[in-house]
């Protein structure tokens, strides 16, 4: 079973930056799209911004452009968001899914209810003072 981790989360103030990691077990990251979602406490899950085999960005809030940036580092198996200037709006649990698409200049991830290949368990993230 095809398996993906997130780490990262945790308590950040108001204006700070946290980079949350999506690592990958029992598969290489290299074939597949990665799609960040996140869930509020009492919201759905939305989907965040996704990131494609080649490396092209789509980002799906309406946030300024960098605020929310997803980067892949192929050779660690790893994929990152990096989120800027966080608010306590961006308060949640974000977790990212992974779609099998070698060579894909176009990330589809977007549906919350996916299905995709794998999914991680979630971190939290608090932005509070």
């Known amino acids: 079973q095809l398996q993906l981790v997130e780490s990262g989360g945790g308590l950040v103030q108001p204006g700070g930056s946290l980079r949350l990691s999506c690592g990958a077990t029992?598969?290489?990251?290299?074939?597949?799209?990665i799609g960040w979602f996140r869930q509020a406490p009492g919201k759905e899950r939305e989907a965040v911004s996704c990131?494609?085999?080649?490396?092209?960005?789509?980002n799906y809030l309406q946030t300024p452009l960098g605020r929310f940036a997803p980067s892949r580092d192929n050779a660690k198996n790893m994929v990152y968001l990096l989120m800027n200037d966080l608010k306590p709006e961006d308060t949640a649990v974000y977790s990212c899914?992974?779609?099998?698409?070698?060579?894909?200049?176009?990330?589809?991830?977007?549906?919350?209810?996916?299905?995709?290949?794998?999914w991680g368990q979630g971190t939290q993230v608090t932005v509070s003072e």
């Open positions: 899914a992974a779609e099998r698409r070698p060579n894909s200049n176009f990330c589809r991830i977007r549906n919350p209810e996916g299905p995709y290949d794998a």
């Open positions: 990131i494609s085999t080649r490396g092209r960005i789509t």
């Open positions: 029992r598969f290489t990251v290299d074939d597949y799209d």
